[in-house]
């Protein structure tokens, strides 16, 4: 320490002038800068006290909304408890094998389809069940994200508790309905053989697997030329509860062949060309048209004229039920000689108008061949009406008879 103190002994410091005493220790700049400092401190106060309230007040207020829910939860809340039982009654619903549901598909896969069914979990459509027929994908059977369908609940899924839907019931109960309707109305319909056994063919029509036994089918075609073809077919039984689908061929051919009236007009198909005609398929009856009966002109090749898979406008000219023969023209439909060959669209489009006057001039005919015979036979008691339909002589008529001078030719001049 005395050490110290030697050195400090040598040191002066000069005398403190009045001048410097007197000058500010800061600038005017700095002084100014100094007066504005005690205005900011004051504000920071100020804004610290505004938030100290802010926070408060929000404190109370979580209190009081705590405190109300602690003692009356539901006070003016207008969603009441009795509300949300009312709610979940109301899209509750049975979830029972067979119940018929509502609802919305989501989303599809290759598999099936998710669908909202406003149950607790989705439900879902597998692809096999998405129809009657057998798809590979939903969308086939036009099942698409937005439709609303109804479904049927088939089963359940055990992992995830989530409700399987069908599609394919539904359809299979309205294609038991449609087939028990056809029968009460005894329509003749079509099915497509897909099948056969010992017994006879499988027909597939409305979903359904029909059988036909053989001895129903009126053709003598084996099974293996029944298959892949549609045959006219008529109910014999249709029960749903056995599963029992039982058809008829010959009974759809019986009456079929009944409508084969002499000079009316059918459409038929050709199905194979020989050198001395053509077979024509008329609603499942298989008609001759012959070489000599296509056309007034005459034709050397019958290919030149028909192809197989031809749809044509035929006119039936006689029908042996007996033997199953049905003879065919188009000759008698041409308007003029020839067009059969030229133009045979005229042809189909004339049909009916040229079977009409066809018709007539038999009827003339016949009133010819009556008229004749009542000349000839005036024992008889009959007579001819202007319908030339006979019948017993009416007071109505003169004692000499009808004067058939106004019958016209029944061949044209």
């Not at 406003?118 to 879902?124: I, R």
């Amino acid at each position: 320490m005395a050490s110290l103190a030697q050195q400090f002994t040598g040191l002066r410091c000069p005398p403190l002038s009045s001048s410097r005493l007197s000058k500010p220790f800061f600038s005017s700049k700095q002084t100014q800068k100094a007066t504005v400092q005690p205005p900011i401190v004051s504000a920071a106060v100020a804004i610290s006290n505004a938030q100290t309230k802010d926070r408060a007040k929000l404190k109370q207020l979580f209190e009081e909304a705590y405190e109300r829910c602690r003692i009356d939860p539901t006070e003016g809340v207008s969603f009441t408890l009795e509300t949300f039982h009312d709610a979940l009654e109301k899209y509750d619903f049975n979830s029972e094998l067979g119940t018929k549901v509502k609802g919305i598909v989501f989303s599809t896969d290759n598999n099936g389809a998710l669908v909202d069914i406003t149950a607790k979990s989705s439900a879902y459509l597998p692809v096999q069940e998405a129809c009657i027929h057998k798809l590979k994908h939903v969308e086939e059977a036009g099942i698409v994200t937005g439709l609303k369908e109804e479904f049927v609940i088939i089963g359940e899924n055990e992992a995830d508790d989530s409700l399987i839907l069908s599609l394919r019931n539904i359809q299979y109960e309205l294609a038991w309905e449609r087939c028990r309707q056809l029968q009460a109305e005894d329509v003749v319909i079509k099915g497509k053989v897909v099948g056969a056994n010992k017994g006879g063919v499988v027909a597939l029509l409305e979903g359904l697997r029909g059988f036909v036994p053989f001895s129903q089918i009126s053709s003598k075609s084996t099974a293996e030329e029944l298959l892949d073809k549609e045959l006219p077919l008529k109910f014999v039984e249709v029960d749903e509860e056995q599963s029992r689908l039982v058809l008829s061929n010959r009974k759809a051919m019986a009456d079929s062949q009944a409508q084969l009236g002499i000079g009316s007009v059918v459409i038929g198909t050709v199905q194979s060309l020989k050198p001395y005609g053509a077979f024509i398929d008329i609603g499942g009856i298989n008609g001759l048209l012959h070489v000599s009966q296509i056309s007034h002109d005459r034709v050397s090749d019958i290919a030149t004229v028909l192809q197989p898979g031809d749809t044509l406008k035929v006119m039936i000219l006689s029908h042996d039920r007996e033997r199953g023969r049905v003879s065919l023209s188009t000759k008698k439909l041409e308007p003029t000689p020839g067009d059969m060959i030229r133009n045979p669209k005229l042809v189909f489009e004339k049909a009916e108008e040229m079977a009409q006057t066809f018709r007539q001039r038999i009827a003339q005919a016949e009133a010819m061949a009556r008229a004749d015979m009542l000349r000839f036979q005036p024992e008889s008691g009959l007579t001819l009406s202007s319908d030339g339909i006979l019948g017993p002589l009416t007071s109505d008529l003169p004692a000499e008879g009808l004067d058939l001078s106004d019958v016209p030719s029944a061949v044209e001049s």
